[in-house]
């Protein structure tokens, strides 16, 4: 069993910075996978980013060159910078591990960019 705790999340005005974590615990495979979705009032959960262990990355078009995916394997944790944040970034933001079984979710926490 894994479980995910998110952490950062906060209010922040446009143009601000953000970064959030994602302790991993249990048992975690050199193939899993961790990223992160987010989730809007209204609309579906999207992937913004997801990074392997050995660091490939992939990222929604909306925050590329805003956003920086990394992991600690060490630490058993992901993380999500988040720089020139837009209102349109506002959501609850959920981290994620996939695996070949299935996926696990962390309870997700809120990001808010307002002034």
Do not use: H
Not at 3 to 18: D, M, T
Not at 23 to 28: F, L, N, R, Y
Not at 44 to 63: E, F, K, M, P
């Amino acid at each position: 069993q894994v479980q995910l705790v998110e952490s950062g999340g906060g209010l922040v005005q446009p143009g601000g910075s953000l970064k959030l974590s994602c302790a991993a615990s249990g048992i975690i495979f050199s193939s899993d996978v961790m990223g992160w979705y987010r989730q809007a009032p209204g609309k579906q959960r999207d992937l913004v980013a997801s990074i392997t262990t050995g660091g490939g990355t992939n990222y929604a078009d909306s925050v590329k060159g805003r956003f920086t995916i990394s992991r600690s394997a060490a630490k058993n944790a992901v993380y999500l910078q988040m720089s020139s944040l837009k209102p349109e970034d506002t959501a609850v933001y959920y981290c994620n591990l996939r695996r070949w079984t299935g996926d696990y979710w962390g309870q997700g926490i809120q990001v808010t960019v307002s002034s």
